[in-house]
């Protein structure tokens, strides 16, 4: 206690106020103009999709994590500025991702296959097709699985690994198709 009490006394209170004023406002201004330039960049993102003619999707799960990728960066910057260790910060977020990413890594899989079919559409909506073993009509392309609906009329939802590690047909990719009776 008598550590403190001296360090109060020695130490001009106005000039701390100032000190610490100032740093509390650069960090505040980091952290504002941060989150302005990641929302701007993730505008810029989003028309750059729209132009691309990109899957809605796709575009709204990459446009929200490039905003929280940035945004994270941000805040980290701020905090730095303020004199708080972000060292340790950052090795405990890393730790936490590579968590996460083991324990999910079936949906990430199954995530990564579902942004290669989007990107390369090996078929669309409407499509007749045969994957993983399964015939039907394309409904839906969603991030984690592909819903198909078959000639029986049963509604059948895939995960997308299963459909990007098999063999796919696309019965009406093409105009025409020979039939042999």
Not at 13 to 41: C, D, H, N, P, Y
Not at 60 to 73: D, E, G
Request: hydrophobic content about 50%; proline content about 2%; glycine content about 8%.
């Amino acid at each position: 206690m008598e550590a403190i009490t001296n360090y109060f006394a020695e130490n001009d209170w106005q000039a701390l106020s100032v000190e610490w004023g100032v740093t509390i406002l650069g960090a505040l201004a980091i952290f504002i103009v941060g989150r302005w330039i990641a929302k701007g960049l993730t505008r810029a993102l989003r028309k750059f999709f729209d132009k691309k003619d990109f899957d809605e999707t796709l575009e709204n799960f990459l446009c929200s994590l490039t905003y929280a990728l940035l945004l994270t960066a941000v805040i980290i910057a701020a905090l730095d500025h303020l004199g708080l260790p972000v060292t340790s910060l950052v090795a405990i977020m890393g730790a936490a991702g590579l968590a996460i990413g083991l324990a999910l890594k079936d949906s990430l899989g199954n995530f990564a296959a579902g942004v290669m079919m989007v990107m390369f559409r090996p078929f669309t909506k409407g499509d007749f097709v045969e994957v993983a073993g399964v015939s039907g009509k394309v409904n839906e392309v969603r991030i984690f699985s592909t819903i198909l609906t078959t000639g029986d009329n049963r509604l059948v939802i895939i995960p997308n690994g299963q459909v990007a590690s098999d063999t796919i047909t696309n019965y009406t990719a093409l105009d025409q198709r020979r039939v042999d009776l």
